[in-house]
T-cell receptor, first 111, second 115 residues
Framework: GESVGLHLPTLSVQEGDNSIINCAYS??????FIWYKQESGKGPQFIID?????DKRQGQRVTVLLNKTVKHLSLQIAATQPGDSAVYFC??????????FGTGTSLTVIP | DAMVIQNPRYQVTQFGKPVTLSCSQT?????MYWYQQKSSQAPKLLFH???????NEADTPDNFQSRRPNTSFCFLDIRSPGLGDAAMYLC??????????????FGQGTRLTVV
């Protein structure tokens, strides 16, 4: 069977609270970043993206912040709902067409 | 409608017996990717195609091969599956950097079990 996996960082929040998920990326040359949501047994689903010429981008209930100085991304989810429970990954892209994923965070929303 | 389709959703194969996983896309995207994802880990890029140009990741084992016969289809071949190859295999597509780069769209994955 599969090898034992690493334990993902976890975050538990109350329904209705705001969530902040963080990600450190690896390559200072990365110029395009994406946040993905992955529910159990499914493929990653696009949430929001940001290019390196921006510091902040807002979507519906989600905001992504980019700090290139410290190579850090965050995803803020407003008024978190039970349907937001999933694993969240950031992905970075530089030079070629490859997307490389960060470690991921498991979000649990408590009703 | 599904835009990146992976078949089958679940695949059981015997140790050492070659297996092929399939992916098709209706997006007409230039780039197709294969990722391996093990339990509680991030997807790990194995390789990708830009059109017919194959790009292997440096740490992808030789046991993993890929074919892209046309724009719509891409296959992952595992020549001699070991127990450590049991994982979820994800296919994805994107337009690529030569056009306006956008996100990668993922299929639902194929869960591979090796017995």
């Amino acid at each position: 069977g599969e090898s034992v996996g690493l334990h993902l960082p976890t975050l538990s929040v109350q329904e209705g609270d705001n969530s902040i998920i963080n990600c450190a990326y690896s390559n200072s040359a990365s110029d395009y970043f994406i946040w993905y949501k992955q529910e159990s047994g499914k493929g990653p689903q696009f949430i929001i993206d940001i290019r390196s010429n921006m510091d902040k981008r807002q979507g519906q209930r989600v905001t992504v912040l980019l700090n290139k100085t410290v190579k850090h991304l965050s995803l803020q989810i407003a008024a978190t709902q039970p349907g937001d429970s999933a694993v969240y990954f950031c992905a970075e892209n530089f030079a070629g067409n490859q997307f490389y994923f960060g470690t991921g965070t498991s979000l649990t929303v408590i009703p | 409608d599904a835009m990146v389709i992976q078949n089958p959703r679940y695949q059981v194969t015997q140790f050492g017996k070659p297996v092929t996983l399939s992916c098709s896309q209706t997006l007409n995207h230039n780039v197709m990717y294969w990722y391996q994802q093990k339990s509680s880990q991030a997807p790990k890029l194995l390789f990708h195609y830009y059109d017919k140009d194959f790009n292997n990741e440096a740490d992808t084992p030789d046991n993993f091969q890929s074919r892209r016969p046309n724009t719509s289809f891409c296959f992952l071949d595992i020549r001699s599956p070991g127990l450590g190859d049991a994982a979820m295999y994800l296919c994805a597509t994107s337009r690529g950097r030569r056009t306006l780069n956008t996100e990668a769209f993922f299929g639902q994955g194929t869960r591979l079990t090796v017995v």
